[in-house]
């Protein structure tokens, strides 16, 4: 009778492995690979990008979750021009997940959210600092590969915010640009809560309203193409009614310093050679696994 439950719960651990390696089937990006026009995760998992060339920065994957950071610098001044957060679970044994907490805030520029039974969206546009402050998980990661591979970052980011999800699964994104390359003035006020984009003082900074208002035309077309992928119409009670706020005359800077990002794909890799190194000293891989691993990397 043990043994009988004993293969049954680990009958169900294996399914539950290859159902998550099944719903990520598609998604086969390795840090420093350069990726242009969308991101895939699964068969309908996908994300648009901005225009031009992003380098994969990170990719982390803790419980359901699996996440990717991007980069895209500028061609001129060598700062980030787009850093993009990506995540989606597999397949899950959760019935359904809380939306987070963001999804009430009311101190934001812009906020639409939806709720329904066991499903939710919630899209967001406002301002934040592009310091890190997490101790542990993907943000601490995202900290330490920056600082590692000298990302130059403006005080101050806007951001696009999404994140859907219906029953046992979640998708979201965070879309961070660098506002001062498309003219914006440099942040004076550095803190959140005094920042000229703050919702209680941006009417006295028009460049700055002005440039979230074209934000969130830019992001409403991300949040329509995923949309789109997964089949969500405008009538369904998830719908943010992106449509309304989408414009196809509104448009922000594009483009990507190749030699940049290559600069940054270097680092990436010597990075990777370390920790491969660091494995190999500890016993925790084979001289035969470092071998494959190293020659995977350099090429």
């Not at 539950?16 to 420093?32: D, R």
């Not at 949309?227 to 969500?232: A, F, G």
Request: charged share 30%.
């Amino acid at each position: 009778m043990i043994k009988s439950l004993a293969i049954k719960f680990l009958s169900i651990i294996f399914i539950l492995i290859c159902s998550t390696s099944v719903a990520f089937s598609k998604f086969k990006y390795n840090p420093g690979d350069i990726v242009e026009g969308e991101i895939v995760f699964g068969k309908k998992d996908k994300f648009k990008l901005p225009p031009g060339k992003f380098v994969v920065g990170l990719i982390d994957k803790e419980r359901e979750f699996r996440d990717i950071m991007l980069y895209q610098i500028d061609n001129n001044s060598g700062f980030v021009r787009w850093g993009i957060h990506i995540y989606a679970t597999g397949r899950t044994q959760w019935e359904f997940w809380n939306p987070p907490n963001w999804c009430d805030r009311t101190n934001v520029y812009f906020i639409k959210a939806v709720k329904a039974n066991k499903a939710y969206a919630c899209w967001m546009v406002n301002h934040s600092r592009s310091d890190i402050g997490a101790n542990e998980g993907f943000w601490a990661k995202v900290r330490e590969y920056e600082i590692a591979n000298k990302l130059k970052n403006a005080d101050i980011l806007v951001l696009s915010s999404y994140e859907y999800s219906k029953k046992s699964k979640v998708w979201g994104w965070n879309y961070f640009y660098n506002p001062e390359l498309d003219g914006v003035p440099k942040a004076v006020n550095l803190e959140w809560d005094t920042s000229e984009f703050h919702k209680q003082r941006v009417m006295n900074y028009p460049k700055h309203e002005e440039f979230l208002k074209k934000f969130i035309n830019i992001s409403a077309s991300y949040v329509d193409e995923f949309n789109r992928h997964r089949k969500i119409k405008d009538t369904s009670k998830l719908s943010l009614n992106v449509k309304e706020n989408l414009s196809d005359t509104v448009s922000i800077n594009s483009g990507s310093n190749d030699k940049t990002n290559k600069k940054s794909i270097e680092g990436s890799v010597v990075e990777e050679l370390k920790s491969l190194k660091d494995l190999l000293d500890s016993g925790a891989i084979t001289k035969d696994e470092f071998d494959k691993a190293k020659k995977k990397l350099l090429n």
